[in-house]
């Protein structure tokens, strides 16, 4: 088994108790961390000299459509209206499995190459058991790793979730990969009947799955109460925008232990209404943070945890000048917490708390090199705030569970050539298809 040893980086742990910043060495032995300290003495181990980078825990995108990669970009300017009726109510149906194949695929590297080790992938377009084995095929092949959130297209109110598939998945293409985790991508209270919406959630109960569901905005429908009234909200529950809940439903869902994923660049550009953090925070809570669709927005997830961190300052500051008269003499919200959002609340949200989003002996080896040397960052004095300033040409290194998925700014064992025009010509094809209906 093999043993690394990184030396000379300014290491951001995110482990409670902590300095924000160490300069510490850390030990890898095989996929996890086996060593976090001064000066570590391992002969046997490979020296990897970092000095000049900033080491943090693998970020997590706790939300991402990964099946929409091939149309990157094409509603950068869609409302959330125009979202839902061109790609859901037109593009859908024309996928093959070979599209959700190339866009997991091309959409987890990509994930990759900005420093995101770990994926939530909220494939709600598994119209047959074959696109959701190719989108599972993508992931691994990426290798990346990702909570495989199991969905399908908006269907009638009264359909429960497809639990033969589930089983399916559990027992065969996702058992089958150390990378990968189930999830199920519900309708859930909001866009199910109650009493299909209490079926579902006690069915990934029973087998221990995160459910994960989407709400954003408008009042709150019937299966909402149905929920909590079976007392199935807990912390295997994910919600994700979560956009203009009443106050009183964040408090009750936090006190249950639920987690919240906001996509703020998303939710702020399309209309989903204001986003829950000042909410959570106000309730002792945290956010995850997820990018959602790369049709509208870009991938990184470090720019989510930016916007989130820069909104939720604007509302503070603007409230403590409404109410106080001037302006604040601190910040409501510090970058360290930011960078959290993007590490160990994303871990947390998918059901992974226990082996990513900090670095310490146990934990999965999932871990990002920012280069400090360049010159939009350079020089760092502050490693957390440079790691959450940073860009793509930032990342110089990644690894996930031990293994080295980038180095030297790029990405191995991959055909980039190829993905890229696979990627292409699936796009391509589905925008004939839209564009014919």
């Known amino acids: 088994m093999s043993r690394t040893l990184l030396r000379g980086a300014r290491v951001v742990t995110m482990t409670p108790g902590r300095p924000g910043a160490e300069r510490v060495d ?46 990157r970009a094409v509603g950068a300017d869609w409302t959330l209206m125009e979202y839902l009726t061109l790609l859901h109510g037109g593009a859908v149906q024309h996928y093959r499995p070979d599209d959700m194949y190339v866009s997991n695929l091309a959409g987890a590297l990509n994930q990759i190459n900005c420093g995101t080790t770990t994926l939530g992938d909220w494939c709600h377009n598994s119209l047959t058991p074959e696109h959701a084995d190719a989108a599972v095929e993508g992931l691994v092949r990426a290798g990346i790793r990702a909570v495989f959130l199991h969905g399908t297209p908006y269907r009638d109110p009264d359909l429960p979730h497809p639990l033969t598939e589930i089983d399916r998945l559990l027992d065969g293409p996702v058992r089958d990969h150390a990378l990968l985790t189930l999830g199920m991508a519900v309708q859930g209270p909001q866009y199910s009947s109650p009493d299909t919406a209490v079926a579902d959630f006690r069915a990934a109960a029973e087998r221990g799955l995160v459910v994960s569901l989407h709400q954003s905005g408008g009042d709150l ?36 232990g639920v987690t919240f994923t906001s996509t703020p660049e998303n939710e702020l550009g399309q209309g989903h209404g204001t986003p829950v953090i000042g909410a959570l925070l106000r309730h002792g809570a945290a956010p995850s943070l997820g990018t959602d669709v790369d049709t509208v927005v870009p991938g990184q997830v470090l720019t989510a945890a930016r916007i989130a961190l820069a909104h939720q300052r604007s509302l503070d500051h603007a409230h403590h000048r409404q109410h106080a008269g001037t302006h604040a003499d601190t910040p409501s919200v510090t970058a360290k917490q930011a960078l959290a959002w993007a590490t160990v609340e994303g871990a947390k949200a998918l059901g992974l708390a226990d082996q990513v989003g900090r670095i310490e002996p146990g934990m999965q080896a999932d871990l990002v090199a920012v280069d400090t040397r360049a010159l939009n960052l350079w020089p760092a004095h502050d490693p957390v705030a440079a790691a959450l300033h940073a860009d793509l040409a930032n990342i110089e290194a990644v690894m996930v569970a031990g293994r080295w998925r980038k180095r030297d700014h790029a990405l191995l064992d991959c055909d980039l050539s190829e993905v890229k025009d696979r990627l292409r010509s699936s796009g391509e094809r589905l925008l004939h298809a839209m564009d014919a209906v």
């Open 221 to 256: 429908a019937p299966g909402w109460d149905a929920v909590r009234a079976a007392e199935l909200f807990g912390p295997r529950t994910n919600v994700v925008h979560g956009s203009d809940l009443p106050d009183t439903w964040v408090k009750a869902l936090v006190e249950a």
């Open 26 to 71: 850390v030990l890898v032995d095989g996929d996890r961390v086996a060593g976090v300290g001064q000066d570590l003495d391992v002969p046997d181990a490979e020296p990897v000299d970092l000095a000049g980078r900033v080491l943090i825990p693998g970020l997590v995108n706790a939300h991402l459509h990964t099946w929409q990669t091939g149309l």
